[in-house]
Each structure stands twice: as structure tokens, then as C-alpha cells.
């Protein structure tokens, strides 16, 4: 080797030296306190059902043992709605950042194909002088999705996933990291495999990934989820510093960031637990601006009607553009509503140690148990499908208090008598709520018509006082038949304003649609309809989707 090569080979050493000596001060003079995070992850509510519970775990990582990772953040992308969304999220990805740094985490840039840019910096030399490290499986330049280890992605991404007019194809895109992220002495820039030697030099074994495009870059870059997670590592996605690479246009058709709710659903159920930016910043999640949906959290717990399939399909279709859609389930879900075991679906198990171990983690069975309940609390709106359910007192007080602050409430079908048993006390360390038709909905449901023999079992027309009205909107003006039998429901209380009514063969007819102004001030509207027939008729579905887009902007007279 000649002189010239070994004094520049001498030359990056020592940079690589001086750079690690000043990230080691850096964290002697941080706040080395721990990160304590709140992980959440997805539980199927049993084998191979294909319904899921969103479950939390709070966890305290050791700052000086965890790496942040971050993922291709350009200056510039291809495609316009991507750069504009990068440029938004930039700012509060810098907050995270520094307050990592502080703490004493590594902080690893990674602009991939930009690495001319940064060739003679410190934190370039850092990454290159890390020793390597043999890995566990092969670090490969791109890792793509394997059938056998996870499902298929829930978007079509085929078309390249932009959402905006494509560029002149001679337009150059990115040329290094934006610059709003700001680079430090202690921190590394690599889009290799030197991250993973990196982490393995410092003793990393945590790290949090943030960037784009969740679907693409932040699950196949060797610095990033699929790779490190083969590695061993614990990692975290920050759920809401990152964006997907997804056209509405394509499946499953709805807005941009419900897109980007469904990869991070995927990577939660497959691959690695997520956080948001406010467990180390304060407390909120970031939104971008575009992002105008109102969360709606859908509480299903009941055996006659199958909503646990019918609102998810419904959900899928109908509130994808509009809301953003949680669901809660009661805590059994191994049988369908007629008692009869599932058939098991097959499901990839989960990647990584960390992944396996939350799902590992017992959780409760009791159908009466709503588990992940807590996503209450950030939810715009509530959608209830329950039947007779006896909560845990913390549950339904949970409940209560979202009702008593106003927030607007929907409901279907046996959502009249959702949390109290049938002429019986709860049982110990259970609550109920026994006015709840009364108090939420306006109502008074007492029982139900029999089934009919032939055709429907409830004939539904417009009220005569309805009028119109913007839940009507596309409802047939005609009669409607439903297979549900006719709740008897009536007399509905003062505030209420009956919209459909239903009759049975020559028994009195009964409110069957309407909505009602409570006692704290907020809007709810109910509907008995709900029965699973009623959820194959587009004017039933549209009937549903015009009440929560109601209830959620107030748009009631």
C-alpha cells in the first residue's frame, strides 16, 4: 500500500476517532434519562381470526443503548405531494431529534443515494469506521416483502404511489437530507449496512425508526424495520414522523393518510411496536395539515349480529376517505355469533423478539373486557355495536367521561342495551350503565318484534316529521325492507327527532332512525337497524356514513 493511501486511510481513522470522542462527551454532558415510551402493538383476538386488537405496552428504553434512525428524509422527492409532505413533517421530526440527542441516543442519518454530498464530514467518517460485524442474516441493499414472514401489503403501491402530477422525467430529485433536520457532531450518516455495524460497535439495542415512505424505504432499507429486526434488535417505529408512498386512486381507495394508517397497522401487526413523537416530546402527535379526518373509534362486543365483520368491511369502504377508524373489540373473538368455532385463517407469526414477546403477553378473554379501550380518549367520535356487555369500572367510566364531555356518539342495533345485563346486578368488579338508551340515544327500548316468516322482518319509510335532512341524503324515499326484527323503542325522550319509522305486520310502528341533542350538549344519532343483511343495501350503509358525518360536524338544526 503506498503512503498517499495509507495517510488517507490514517485520515479517516482519526476522523472517525475524533468524531466518536466527541459523541462520547456529547453523552457524558446529556441527560441521560431513560425514554419512556408507550408501544403500541396488534394482538389477533384469536388464531387466525383476521381481526386484531390495538394493544399498549409502556416500556423505558436506555437512551444510551437506542439509535435513531432516519429514513430517507430528502431535500427533494419526484413526486410534489411527497416533497410538501417531508418539508411538514421535518420540523417536528428536528424537536424528536434533539430531545433524543439530549438524552444521550445516537442519531443516524440516512439520506440515501446522497452520500457524495456528505463525503468529507465527520459524521460521514463515523459510519465508515465502524468495524464490521457479522450479521445474523445477510444485510441486503433492498429486503422485500416475504409472504412466508408477514401478509401482504394492504396497498397497491404498483404505480409508484404518488398522489400528484408526475415530474418531467428528467427531473432530479433529492441531493442530500433536508435541511431542516439538523446534523451534529456525534451523529453518523450512512444508507448502508455501517448503521448496523454502527449500532454494534456502540452496543445499541434499540432503535426507533422515523422517515419515508413507510411502505417502501422504512420496511426495506438495510438500515431500517425488516433488517434490523432480523438482527435482533428492538425497533420501534415513531408511527406519526413518517408517510407512505400511496394514490388514492388505487386499492383500497381511500384518502392518502388512511393509506399510511393501514402500513403502520401492517408493520404493528408483523414486524415491530410503534410510539408517537409526544412520548418524548409533549404528549401529542403530530398531523399534517391536509389531514382533516375525524377520528372515529368503533366499540364492537355483541354475538347476534356479526358486526365485528360487517362495520369492518363497511369501515373499509365507506369511511376510508372521511374518518380515521379505530376499532375496539371485547376481549373474546374466538367464535363467530352462533357459538361455533372460527376456522383459522393462516397468519404469519410475528417478526423479532420484541414483536413476540408484547404478543405473547396474556390478555383477557372475557367478551365483557374491551381491550385498547384508551384509544377513547383521542378519538373525535364513538361508534357503538355492543350488546349486554358489564364493563371493568375504569372501562365504562372511561366511556362516561367521553360522553359527558360532549363528543358525538353513534350507534346501532343493540347498542340501546350495550353495558348492563338483562334484569341482573354486574358482578363483582363489573359496572353497568342501565339508563344508557335514555341518557346517549333518547331512547326506550323495552324488546323486539318476532322474525317473519317470508320477507323482511321490518319495513322502513321516512318519517312524516323529518323533513329534510342531511342523514337522509340518498335514502329511498320508498320503503326499505330489513331482515332485523322492529325494536320497540318508543316513546322516545324530549330532543329527539325521529327520522325513519318501522312497522311489523299490525303492530304499532317504531321509531327506528333518529337523533337526539343530551343533557351535556352533544349531537348522537341511533339507528335499529344493523341486522347483517341490512349492511349488503348501499342505502343502509350511506344512511350510517351520513350519520356520523353529522354527529362529527354538527351539521344538525
Not at 374466538?334 to 405473547?360: F, I
Not at 345485563?421 to 318484534?449: M, Q, S
Request: hydrophobic letters at 35%.
Amino acid at each position: 500500500m503506498s503512503r498517499k493511501m495509507l495517510r488517507c486511510c490514517g485520515l479517516v481513522m482519526l476522523c472517525g476517532l475524533l468524531a466518536a470522542a466527541g459523541f462520547e462527551s456529547l453523552r457524558a454532558e446529556s441527560s441521560l434519562s431513560p425514554l419512556s415510551l408507550k408501544l403500541r402493538f396488534r394482538k389477533e383476538t384469536a388464531p387466525g381470526s383476521g381481526r386484531w386488537h390495538t394493544l399498549n405496552q409502556p416500556a423505558e428504553w436506555d437512551a444510551k443503548k437506542t439509535a435513531v434512525v432516519i429514513c430517507d428524509m430528502w431535500d427533494k422527492h419526484w413526486c410534489q405531494m411527497s416533497t410538501q409532505r417531508v418539508g411538514e413533517m421535518a420540523p417536528r421530526m428536528n424537536e424528536f431529534v434533539k430531545e433524543a440527542r439530549r438524552r444521550g441516543s445516537l442519531v443516524i442519518h440516512c439520506p440515501s443515494d446522497t452520500l457524495d454530498f456528505y463525503k468529507d464530514t465527520p459524521q460521514r467518517k463515523l459510519a465508515q469506521a465502524a468495524p464490521k460485524v457479522e450479521p445474523k442474516t445477510e444485510l441486503q441493499r433492498w429486503c422485500r416483502i416475504d409472504l412466508t414472514k408477514e401478509a401482504p401489503l394492504p396497498i397497491d403501491d404498483a404505480d409508484g404511489g404518488c398522489d400528484t402530477i408526475l415530474p418531467d422525467p428528467n427531473f432530479k430529485a433529492w441531493s442530500r437530507q433536508i435541511a431542516t433536520i439538523e446534523i451534529h457532531a456525534g451523529d453518523a450518516i450512512t444508507d448502508s449496512a455501517e448503521a448496523y455495524h454502527l449500532m454494534r460497535q456502540r452496543g445499541i439495542e434499540n432503535v426507533l425508526v422515523m422517515g419515508v415512505h413507510t411502505n417502501m424505504c422504512v420496511l426495506g432499507r438495510p438500515f431500517s424495520i425488516r433488517q434490523l429486526v432480523q438482527q435482533g434488535l428492538n425497533v420501534a417505529l415513531v408511527r406519526d414522523l413518517t408517510d407512505t408512498m400511496y394514490n388514492p386512486k388505487q386499492r383500497p381507495f381511500g384518502s392518502h393518510f388512511t393509506g399510511t394508517d393501514l402500513v403502520v397497522e401492517h408493520i404493528e401487526k408483523y414486524w415491530c411496536p410503534t410510539l408517537t413523537s409526544g412520548d418524548l416530546l409533549d404528549g401529542k402527535e403530530f398531523r399534517f395539515p391536509a389531514d382533516k379526518r375525524p377520528h372515529v373509534v368503533a366499540i364492537v362486543s355483541e354475538e347476534e349480529y356479526e358486526t365485528n365483520e360487517t362495520l369492518s368491511v363497511f369501515a373499509a369502504k365507506y369511511l376510508s376517505q372521511d374518518f380515521r377508524v379505530s376499532f375496539v373489540f371485547g376481549g373474546a373473538d374466538a367464535t363467530d355469533n352462533r357459538g361455533k368455532v372460527v376456522e383459522p385463517r393462516p397468519t404469519p407469526a410475528p417478526n423479532g423478539t420484541l414483536l413476540s414477546a408484547l404478543v405473547a403477553r396474556p390478555t383477557s378473554t372475557d367478551k365483557n373486557d374491551l381491550l385498547g379501550l384508551e384509544v377513547l380518549d383521542t378519538a373525535d367520535i364513538a361508534l357503538i355495536s355492543a350488546r349486554r356487555r358489564t364493563l371493568p369500572a375504569e372501562q365504562l367510566d372511561r366511556i362516561k367521561k367521553f360522553v359527558a364531555a360532549g363528543k358525538p356518539m353513534v350507534g346501532i342495533r343493540t347498542a340501546s342495551h350495550p353495558f348492563h345485563a338483562r334484569d341482573k346486578a354486574p358482578p363483582e368488579g363489573r359496572a353497568d350503565w342501565t339508563t344508557f338508551d335514555l341518557d346517549v340515544w333518547g331512547g326506550h327500548y323495552t324488546n323486539h318484534h318476532g322474525n317473519a316468516k317470508e320477507g323482511p322482518s321490518n319495513i322502513v319509510t321516512m318519517s312524516a316529521k323529518a323533513g329534510p335532512h342531511p342523514i337522509l341524503t340518498g335514502f329511498p324515499s320508498a320503503e326499505f325492507p330489513s331482515g332485523g326484527s322492529l325494536y320497540m323503542t318508543s316513546p322516545l325522550a324530549e330532543g329527539a327527532s325521529v327520522l325513519l319509522m318501522g312497522r311489523f305486520g299490525d303492530a304499532q310502528p317504531e321509531p327506528v332512525a333518529w337523533t337526539f341533542t343530551r343533557k351535556d350538549g352533544g349531537r348522537s344519532f341511533y339507528t335499529s337497524l344493523g341486522h347483517k343483511s341490512d349492511f349488503d343495501q348501499p342505502a343502509f350503509c350511506g344512511l350510517l356514513r351520513n350519520g356520523l358525518l353529522w354527529a362529527v360536524t354538527n351539521q344538525a338544526k
